[in-house]
């Protein structure tokens, strides 16, 4: 069972609002759990998290909570997806992101980071808003 400070709930309802979905008690929790991880977490992680909720129900909250620009797929392999909660930059109506997924060979982590020179990439007469790039090898702990 997992149970939310009242400031991490008043900041998630907050956050719902903003991105104009209604607060319910299953998305606050999914966002609870997504928010303490200090990574991407996995369907598997989230799945284990929340005993009370079936699959269609985790499955529905975690795509209202991507349609309206508060979390996104980090990364998806063959049987594993891995969910982060979005920046700011995100709203209700499209994600805009510029940043790595990053899968450490070693510990198994996906994290988001921002890579040291930011990411600029042009096509002539398209216009780019969301760039999706996963990079692979040893996250900063694991180098050590
Ligand atoms: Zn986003
Ligand atoms: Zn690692
Ligand atoms: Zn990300």
Do not use: W
């Not at 979390?71 to 992101?97: D, G, P, V, W």
């Not at 940043?99 to 096509?123: A, D, R, W």
Request: charged share 20%.
């Amino acid at each position: 069972m997992n149970i939310l400070s009242m400031q991490e709930n008043n900041y998630l309802t907050e956050l719902l609002r903003d991105r104009k979905l209604k607060v319910t008690s299953k998305r606050l929790e999914v966002l609870g759990v997504i928010k303490e991880h200090s990574s991407a977490i996995s369907y598997s992680a989230l799945q284990t998290s929340l005993h009370d909720f079936d699959r269609v129900t985790l499955y529905r909250t975690i795509h209202s909570l991507i349609e309206n620009g508060i979390i996104h797929k980090a990364l998806t392999e063959e049987n594993e997806t891995f969910y982060a909660l979005c920046s700011t930059t995100c709203t209700s109506a499209s994600h805009i992101h510029k940043h790595i997924h990053f899968k450490c060979v070693e510990c198994n982590g996906v994290t988001c980071v921002e890579s040291v020179h930011p990411i600029q990439l042009s096509i002539v007469g398209y216009s780019i808003e969301n760039v999706e790039i996963e990079a692979r090898g040893s996250c900063a702990a694991c180098k050590n």
